[in-house]
């Protein structure tokens, strides 16, 4: 199994082979995700009543309904992403699919690896558009929000996130890291970035009283889930 390298995201599985939903949920878990799964739709509905989603992941023959019909008609999933796994494999079948409002068609049997990929694709696409552009000025170690509102930043603050702002998007080792921030990470204590993480949010939160979208995978690493554009000169 590969090292997790995508950022956490919430995602429902709706399948009702119990096997492969027990195979799929558990294999998204230990790939980064926060996942779940139910195996009707009214169970589905009922779970996005409480929860919100990044990704779906929709079998299409359940046993109280159709998945495609439900698709199109669950307005909640609106800007989200949304993963058909199913048996139907005609051409015709798989437009059906996209017109009701799938990214992606899968056919079964399908590879978890594969699956996993694509969550971490559709993750990426729909925060991209959803989330407000940020900047990073290391000529004068500011950080600024969509809205323009700035921070200033202490020189490890910086490193960090200009470390990330190159892997958009992506989990970045905490390994690579503390590397960046010029220690050895064979000595060094993760607690000191723990630290340093949580006061970056904490005084984002105060100064500019938003939340930075700046996600932890734990014992993996980092991720800044929004747009984070390099400015200033080297």
Not at 56 to 68: I, K, Q, R, S, T
Not at 106 to 134: D, F, Y
Not at 176 to 183: K, N, R, T
Request: with cysteine; charged share 25%; glycine share 8%.
């Amino acid at each position: 199994m590969s090292k997790p390298q995508q950022a956490s995201g919430r995602v429902l599985v709706i399948e009702d082979e119990t096997h492969l939903l027990d195979a799929t949920v558990t294999f998204l878990n230990m790939e980064g995700f926060v996942a779940d799964g139910v195996s009707s739709l009214s169970m589905a509905s009922q779970w996005m009543r409480t929860h919100a989603l990044d990704v779906l992941v929709l079998d299409l023959g359940l046993p109280d309904g159709d998945g495609l019909q439900w698709l199109g008609q669950t307005t909640e999933l609106r800007g989200k992403g949304v993963i058909i796994t199913t048996a139907r494999g005609r051409t015709e079948q798989r437009i059906e699919g996209i017109k009701a409002g799938a990214d992606v068609y899968l056919v079964k049997p399908i590879q978890l690896e594969e699956l996993a990929s694509l969550v971490a694709n559709l993750l990426r696409r729909t925060r991209s558009a959803s989330s407000p552009s940020w900047s990073i000025d290391r000529t004068h170690w500011t950080l600024r929000t969509g809205t323009g509102l700035t921070v200033k930043l202490t020189h490890s603050e910086a490193v960090l996130l200009l470390k990330m702002a190159d892997q958009p998007g992506q989990v970045v080792p905490r390994q690579d890291l503390v590397l960046s921030l010029g220690h050895d990470p064979q000595h060094y204590d993760f607690r000191r970035m723990e630290i340093l993480v949580r006061r970056l949010r904490n005084k984002v939160k105060a100064d500019l009283g938003c939340e930075l979208p700046l996600e932890t995978v734990r014992k993996v690493g980092y991720a800044f889930t929004a747009s984070l554009q390099i400015q200033g000169s080297r």
